[in-house]
């Protein structure tokens, strides 16, 4: 071993480690370990060099969606462990082979402190990197299924170079409601079809009212033979109804002697129906808590919103979320999406749609990152869903091709469609040529609900015609909401 050249001073030997730190080797070179040092930069620089091959050789939205699965999270928890505890032993062999003791007491002492300290220090963004991914597995193990629920035939998987199985387009029902363990089915007042071309991430949001009536169900189905004619119930002891598309779930669920005594068959007749509704397959869907939403807005620190108008709320009108361009917690942004006083069912869909678009716009990476635990435990308890866990390495990066992709919205409201007396076949042509224009090359200048564009499989009109309009139904997913932010 060629003979060292000790270090002159505390100084010396403090900056030896801090470079030690960043360049594994380079203290055991000043400290004549010619050969350690020169292996641990090699080691350093191959590994260096790895990364950026993987990080040239695969698309970066490709690489976050691998990171989902469990088998991938675990081993990023293994491997940052021992990088931990790799760097902290080669600190303190570093700060060995660099002989403080030949250094004035003082400096013994001061030095020694300090590499401590280093050694604890660089295991910090390992720690926090294992912290992460501990807890990215077990909130999306919380919330995504591994296998099939009981009673389905398990799903195949899917091929990597194909994982959409030839689909050009990936329907997904965003369902919002105030979920309860101890409530028999769910209300689902608020209910969006997200339409997403796989290729572009181009996506329509479709928005159907909560009270929607004589729903149709696709024939041959359970529910189909015992509403032949539509969802009609007489009406409750108050007079209100609960055969709207809202109570579809919770009927189902309360029934399961129309499905040969099968239980949980909600969220399944819901897709269906308003697959059938629309004219398309919906593939998964995804239940949101409301008030579960809310402890996501906090999570990302809140969101601004251009409110147009005072909107109140509470029993005794005691609430306000006032009128401007401001930054709303959960609780208000809430309140200001599913306020009913002064208002009604479409102008809160507006405004429900609305939250959605500025979170779309809000929850930038740099946000979730720095918010990472906060939102990973408010999205734990936010949502329940049949998204296989397998397809969230295709999902995450399709979701994130949405965020910077065209995003438009149609609401089958007034005077689009009239909720008593839906026109079915309008629904489901203003439908298709909604998600036509979507997947177009070229920006769509409107999606008109032109007559002629049917199915032998859509829903029958029904004798009374709504009342509609032939202008452009769909909409930037945060037009009309009072500007832009």
Same mark, same amino acid.
């Given at each position: 071993?060629?003979?060292?050249?000790?270090?002159? %001073?505390?100084?010396?030997?403090?900056? !030896?480690?801090?470079?030690?730190?960043?360049? +594994?080797?380079?203290?055991?070179?000043?400290? #004549?370990?010619?050969?350690?040092?020169?292996?641990?930069?090699?080691?350093?620089?191959?590994? $260096?060099?790895?990364?950026?091959?993987? !990080?040239?050789?695969?698309?970066?939205?490709?690489?976050?969606?691998?990171?989902?699965?469990?088998?991938?999270?675990?081993?990023?928890?293994?491997?940052?462990?021992? $990088?931990?505890?790799?760097?902290?032993?080669?600190?303190?062999?570093? *700060?060995?082979?660099?002989?403080?003791? /030949?250094?004035?007491?003082?400096?013994?002492?001061?030095?020694?402190?300090?590499?401590?300290?280093?050694? =604890?220090?660089?295991?910090?963004?390992?720690?926090?990197?294992?912290?992460?991914?501990?807890? %990215?597995?077990?909130?999306?193990?919380?919330?995504?299924?591994?296998?099939?629920?009981?009673?389905?035939?398990?799903?195949?998987?899917?091929?990597?170079?194909?994982?959409?199985?030839?689909?050009?387009?990936?329907?997904?029902?965003?369902? #919002?409601?105030?979920?309860?363990?101890?409530?028999?089915?769910?209300?689902?007042?608020?209910?969006?079809?997200?339409?997403?071309?796989?290729?572009?991430?181009?996506?329509?949001?479709?928005?159907?009212?909560?009270?929607?009536?004589?729903? /149709? *169900?696709?024939? #041959? @189905?359970?529910?189909?033979?015992?509403?032949?004619?539509?969802?009609?119930?007489?009406?409750?002891?108050?007079?209100? /109804?609960?055969?709207?598309?809202?109570?579809?779930?919770? &009927?189902?669920?309360?029934?399961?002697?129309?499905?040969?005594?099968?239980?949980?068959?909600?969220?399944?007749?819901?897709?269906?129906?308003?697959?059938?509704?629309?004219?398309?397959?919906?593939?998964?869907?995804?239940?949101?808590?409301?008030?579960?939403?809310?402890?996501?807005?906090?999570?990302?620190?809140?969101?601004?919103?251009?409110?147009?108008?005072?909107? =109140?709320?509470?029993? &005794?009108?005691?609430?306000?979320?006032?009128?401007?361009?401001?930054?709303?917690?959960?609780?208000?942004?809430?309140?200001?999406?599913?306020?009913?006083?002064?208002?009604?069912?479409?102008?809160?869909?507006?405004?429900?749609?609305?939250?959605? #678009?500025?979170?779309?716009?809000?929850?930038? +990476?740099?946000? =979730? $990152?720095?918010?990472?635990?906060?939102?990973?435990?408010?999205?734990?308890?936010?949502?329940?869903?049949?998204?296989?866990?397998?397809?969230?390495?295709?999902?995450? +990066?399709?979701?994130?091709?949405?965020?910077?992709?065209?995003?438009?919205?149609?609401?089958?409201?007034?005077?689009?469609?009239?909720?008593?007396?839906?026109?079915?076949?309008?629904?489901?042509? =203003?439908?298709?040529?909604?998600?036509?224009?979507?997947?177009?090359?070229?920006?769509?200048?409107?999606?008109?609900?032109?007559?002629?564009?049917?199915?032998?499989?859509?829903?029958?009109?029904?004798?009374?015609?709504?009342?509609?309009?032939? @202008?452009?139904?769909?909409?930037? $997913?945060?037009?009309?909401?009072?500007?832009?932010?």
């Amino acid at each position: 071993m060629q003979q060292a050249k000790r270090p002159a %001073s505390a100084g010396e030997v403090l900056g !030896w480690l801090v470079l030690a730190a960043l360049a +594994p080797g380079a203290a055991h070179l000043r400290a #004549g370990w010619r050969k350690t040092g020169l292996t641990l930069i090699a080691c350093y620089a191959v590994g $260096l060099l790895t990364l950026l091959a993987l !990080w040239l050789a695969n698309d970066v939205d490709d690489l976050a969606g691998s990171f989902t699965q469990a088998s991938q999270l675990n081993a990023v928890i293994v491997v940052v462990a021992v $990088l931990g505890l790799a760097w902290f032993a080669l600190i303190v062999h570093s *700060f060995v082979v660099l002989r403080p003791g /030949r250094l004035p007491q003082t400096g013994q002492i001061v030095t020694g402190t300090l590499a401590g300290l280093l050694a =604890v220090l660089v295991m910090v963004p390992f720690g926090v990197l294992g912290q992460v991914a501990w807890t %990215s597995n077990q909130a999306i193990g919380g919330i995504f299924q591994e296998d099939p629920a009981d009673g389905e035939s398990p799903a195949a998987q899917p091929k990597p170079e194909d994982p959409w199985a030839g689909r050009n387009r990936v329907n997904i029902l965003l369902l #919002g409601g105030d979920a309860d363990d101890h409530r028999v089915g769910v209300r689902t007042d608020s209910m969006n079809l997200a339409s997403v071309d796989v290729k572009t991430g181009n996506t329509v949001l479709f928005s159907l009212p909560r009270n929607l009536e004589n729903v /149709r *169900f696709r024939p #041959g @189905t359970p529910m189909a033979q015992r509403f032949p004619n539509g969802f009609r119930l007489p009406p409750d002891a108050a007079g209100g /109804r609960s055969d709207l598309l809202n109570s579809v779930w919770e &009927y189902a669920d309360a029934h399961p002697e129309i499905f040969g005594g099968k239980q949980h068959q909600g969220p399944k007749v819901l897709m269906d129906t308003i697959g059938y509704t629309l004219g398309v397959k919906v593939d998964w869907y995804a239940l949101v808590n409301m008030w579960g939403f809310a402890r996501l807005i906090d999570a990302i620190g809140g969101v601004t919103l251009n409110v147009e108008n005072d909107v =109140v709320f509470g029993k &005794y009108n005691e609430g306000l979320v006032k009128a401007g361009t401001r930054k709303l917690k959960g609780a208000d942004a809430m309140w200001y999406a599913r306020s009913r006083t002064n208002s009604d069912d479409y102008t809160r869909m507006r405004r429900q749609r609305c939250v959605l #678009g500025a979170l779309l716009d809000q929850a930038d +990476p740099a946000t =979730v $990152l720095t918010r990472f635990n906060r939102i990973a435990l408010a999205t734990k308890e936010l949502i329940r869903t049949d998204i296989p866990r397998r397809m969230l390495s295709h999902l995450v +990066p399709l979701a994130l091709k949405v965020k910077n992709a065209k995003v438009t919205s149609v609401q089958f409201v007034p005077p689009l469609i009239n909720t008593g007396y839906p026109d079915w076949e309008k629904i489901r042509t =203003v439908a298709a040529k909604a998600i036509r224009d979507s997947s177009a090359p070229k920006p769509a200048l409107a999606a008109t609900a032109s007559p002629g564009v049917s199915s032998s499989s859509a829903p029958k009109k029904t004798p009374k015609k709504s009342t509609g309009t032939s @202008t452009n139904p769909a909409k930037g $997913l945060t037009e009309g909401c009072g500007g832009a932010l």
